[in-house]
């Protein structure tokens, strides 16, 4: 198991580009990280990376041993699931992505039930509102809302969800409510946007007696923290396009209020998506089962007021 662990932090080396990110991504300090490429490299006879300041790089040799080292792992995955689909005893771990607030609010408090359910497998849960390369990071599932694309990826859609654009009265009171879309451009409204590196949703769909209609938007200041565009409309500071149930408390407070209720936006998807070979393990799939069902029933306890 010593050589096998000592490819398994090669790999997460190489995907990560340095020490310290395989370190934690692996839960090993950088020294035992950096000591298991030595033995490695040490049973291989060759260099596998060349060591700048900043990044380790594969070297010839390593990029080749890696294209092995990473089909020797994903074989070993296999024939694990294969065994515990065949035990009828799942475990092992499994490394989870979600956006912030949704995670927060629905995913987080998920896990330790999961775990109380299948103590032999655990969950290493990340949160970020940014678009989590999965293959590259080593990520089994990613919890998602919005436009899914990546065709090298399997979907689990879990529900359709509604979006609203809300505002807070101070800002009403301050800027006018708008009466229909275009008002929110002839206007000038503080439509404050969720950006990070690879989003691609830069306007704002709205349903119109037309269809959808794509709506240049603009505002004084973006950020990619779902619940920091949340805090800001809850300041009077502009409007924000959530889905529902992320603001669903604050409508009802009336601390929020829907604007142009009959142009709303186009609904967004909350889905779970994996790579193919993932959903063979059974540890996933019963992950994904219990996740679909919590997250639904949570979701429409939200919205009803539960």
């Known amino acids: 198991m010593a050589y096998l662990d000592n490819i398994a932090v090669f790999v997460r080396v190489v995907e990560l580009g340095n020490l310290s990110a395989a370190g934690r991504d692996m839960r090993i300090s950088p020294a035992v990280a950096s000591n298991r490429i030595k033995e490695l490299e040490k049973h291989l006879g ?62 987080a408090s998920g896990i330790p039930d999961f775990h109380d359910k299948y103590p032999d497998i655990e969950v290493r849960l990340r949160l970020s509102d940014h678009n989590v390369d999965i293959m590259k990071e080593g990520i089994d599932v990613a919890f998602r809302l919005g436009i899914i694309e990546d065709s090298s990826l399997r979907m689990r859609g879990i529900m359709e969800c509604e979006r609203v654009l809300v505002a807070a009265p101070k800002y009403l009171e301050a800027r006018g409510e708008p009466s229909e879309p275009q008002e929110l451009i002839g206007k000038k409204h503080d439509c404050l946007m969720l950006r990070y590196a690879g989003a691609r949703e830069y306007v704002w769909t709205l349903q119109t007696a037309d269809g959808p209609r794509k709506f240049e938007v603009h505002g004084p200041y973006d950020t990619d923290d779902g619940d920091v565009l949340t805090g800001w409309a809850l300041s009077g500071r502009g409007i924000i396009n959530k889905p529902r149930f992320e603001v669903e408390p604050f409508i009802r407070d009336q601390r929020l209020k829907v604007i142009l209720p009959d142009t709303p936006p186009t609904p967004v998807q909350f889905a779970a998506v994996y790579p193919h070979k993932k959903l063979q393990d059974p540890k996933v799939r019963l992950l994904l089962d219990f996740m679909a069902e919590r997250c639904q029933r949570l979701i429409k306890d939200i919205l009803a007021g539960k």
Request: aromatic share 4%; no cysteine; charged share 20%.
């Open 46 to 107: 060759v260099r596998l990376f060349n060591r700048t300041t900043r990044q380790l790089m594969p070297t010839e040799h390593g990029t080749v041993f890696y294209s092995g080292a990473k089909q020797v792992l994903e074989a070993v995955t296999e024939a694990e699931a294969a065994v515990s689909a065949l035990s009828g005893q799942p475990r092992g771990t499994i490394r989870v992505t979600a956006p912030l607030g949704l995670g927060r609010r629905l995913v």
